[in-house]
């Protein structure tokens, strides 16, 4: 068994195909297919079930790629670190990030990326994703940290880092903000507050109030999830919210109140642009901010 022969397997899983694992990686079609067969030969499994219309992972070539990814995970990080030992890395990364994160400690990430590589000048740029995206493609960012929704385009690329989930936000004493699980539809009449239009949440509650049979009416549009809980708190609306913001220990009071069948929140990945080359410091951040994903996060203190 080759590394060449495993990352061409993740390759074809990945892309979906040989034809675009091979523009991918470079090399000719029948090189991929040549390699693959004669591993599969080695395994004795079929890793693919191939048609005249599409390429799929069996169930043994599912388990065989998650551990090529591991494996090729652990070999990206020993050269990264054998790079630290053997070269001074310059260069500069600009991060963009929303601030709605889940569980993933975005601060940690960067705290351990500078530590190993102090001579890399670090930058942070907050904002929603759909601007972050558009600075993406403007090369003002190199990286971009937040949700990735399903209508993603297929210019970038995301690599997964953590989980969210959906809350409902309320007022403390809304009338009922005592109960258990509700649902949207319970909050037709209610004014809602949330992004403005164009922004994945704003999506969210229009397509899950849709779903629930109503439009919902949102007359109090805001910049952040932190200004939405805000405005909740002083009693001007309910909202849509992630759990990670929901349940801060910081910013007002709000009740927080699970929904029944709620509309799911895009998982938080690392996103990049396919189509653009990634210098090796930002090859290097990618790596630490996806390896950050395994490990617990860091308390950070406030200021």
């Given at each position: ?5 495993l ?8 892309y979906?195909g040989?034809?675009?694992?091979a ?9 991929v297919s ?43 990080g020993?050269?990264?670190?054998m ?22 400690d ?18 942070l ?11 993406l493609?403007?090369g ?38 005592g ?10 009449d209610e004014?809602?507050?949330c ?5 994945g ?11 629930a049979?109503?439009a919902?009416r ?27 913001v ?17 509309p ?21 951040c990618?790596?630490?901010l ?10 950070v203190?406030?200021?």
């Open positions: 068994m080759e590394l060449r022969q990352s061409y397997v993740e390759a074809v899983a990945r979906g040989f034809t675009r694992a523009e991918r990686l470079h090399v000719a079609q029948s090189a040549a390699q693959i067969r004669a591993l599969e030969a080695e395994l004795g499994v079929a890793l693919f079930a191939r048609t005249t219309r599409r390429v799929a992972l069996t169930p043994a070539g599912e388990m065989f790629v998650a551990r090529a990814r591991r494996v090729l995970a652990e070999l990206d020993a050269r990264l670190e790079g630290e030992i053997t070269a001074v890395v310059t260069g500069r990364v600009t991060v963009g990030a929303t601030a709605v994160l889940g569980s993933y975005l601060p940690g990430a960067l705290a351990r990326f500078h530590d190993r590589f102090p001579g890399i000048a670090l930058r740029r907050s904002g929603l994703v759909t601007g972050l995206l558009g600075a493609d403007n003002e960012v190199d990286l971009v940290v937040g949700p990735v929704h399903a209508d993603l385009p297929a210019r970038f690329e995301a690599l997964p880092l953590a989980d969210e989930q959906l809350v409902l936000a309320l007022p403390v004493g809304h009338p009922l903000s109960s258990g699980r509700l649902s949207l539809g319970e909050f037709r004014p809602f507050v992004l403005a239009e164009g922004s949440l704003r999506w969210i509650l229009e397509d899950a109030a849709r779903t049979g109503f919902p949102v007359p109090f549009e805001t910049h952040s999830p932190q200004s939405i809980r805000e405005l909740v708190a002083a009693g001007l609306g309910v909202a849509l919210l992630a759990r990670s929901a349940e801060e220990d910081q910013g007002p009071s709000i009740t927080v109140r699970n929904l029944h069948a709620p799911p929140h895009p998982p938080i990945g690392v996103i990049h642009h396919r189509d653009r080359p990634l210098a090796p410091a930002v090859q290097a990618r790596h630490t996806v390896e950050r994903a395994a490990a617990p996060a860091t308390p203190g406030t200021p």
